[in-house]
């Protein structure tokens, strides 16, 4: 039987009928949907670069095409697995603010960048500065790295994590720290790292199951 409560979320795949890496990242994905029993439809996929090819072989493979570009700003209503592999700061960051509470944290499970390789990777200040909730986030999840089991895939999964939100490692936050969250707007940021969003575009869902 299918699992009922795990959803899936995938941004940032990229155009894998041109890319080798975005190809072992699809399949990877896919060998997750049946290991979970998590229904194809149920699996949510964007990226801007997508061609109406790939869209429509997503959609042959019974995933469910975004058309809306979220910038990561999704609310995980229930428990979702987001699969981010290489994916930019900023989206990481997106979406921990949309789910910043210590009732909804707990929903996201996160398989891509290890938030302490972004945290060696970055002097304090600018992350801080930066990508807030990643910075407060770092210190409060439970991240289990993830090796490749080849080293011919190093430059495919390298610096791969799993990164999940006990509601014990968020109360070590400090309280005042969950009130009213800003939302992000990387006005230092010279190389962001996502696409963002266009004013007045589609905002409709593509679906196939």
């Not at 299918?2 to 890496?21: K, M, N, Q, R």
């Not at 399949?27 to 990226?47: A, H, N, S, T, Y």
Request: net charge negative; glycine share 8%.
């Amino acid at each position: 039987m299918p699992t009922p409560e795990l959803d899936c979320v995938c941004y940032g795949l990229g155009s894998f009928s041109s890319c080798v890496a975005s190809r072992f990242q699809l399949g990877l994905l896919l060998l997750l949907l049946d290991k979970l029993q998590i229904p194809p439809w149920r699996c949510c996929v964007f990226d801007p670069v997508f061609s109406p090819a790939e869209g429509a072989m997503l959609q042959g493979l019974g995933l469910t095409v975004l058309t809306e570009n979220e910038e990561g700003k999704r609310l995980a209503a229930r428990p979702t697995l987001f699969y981010l592999i290489h994916c930019g700061k900023a989206l990481y960051n997106n979406l921990l603010w949309r789910n910043w509470s210590t009732e909804t944290l707990p929903h996201l499970s996160i398989l891509g960048n290890s938030f302490r390789g972004i945290q060696e990777r970055m002097l304090d200040r600018v992350l801080r500065r930066d990508y807030s909730y990643i910075a407060a986030a770092v210190g409060a999840c439970e991240e289990t790295v993830l090796s490749p089991p080849s080293t011919r895939f190093l430059d495919v999964f390298n610096d791969t994590a799993l990164l999940r939100f006990p509601p014990t490692h968020l109360a070590t936050l400090p309280p005042h720290i969950w009130a009213n969250p800003p939302e992000p707007k990387y006005q230092h940021c010279e190389d962001l790292e996502i696409i963002q969003a266009e004013s007045g575009g589609d905002t409709g869902v593509k679906r196939m199951g």
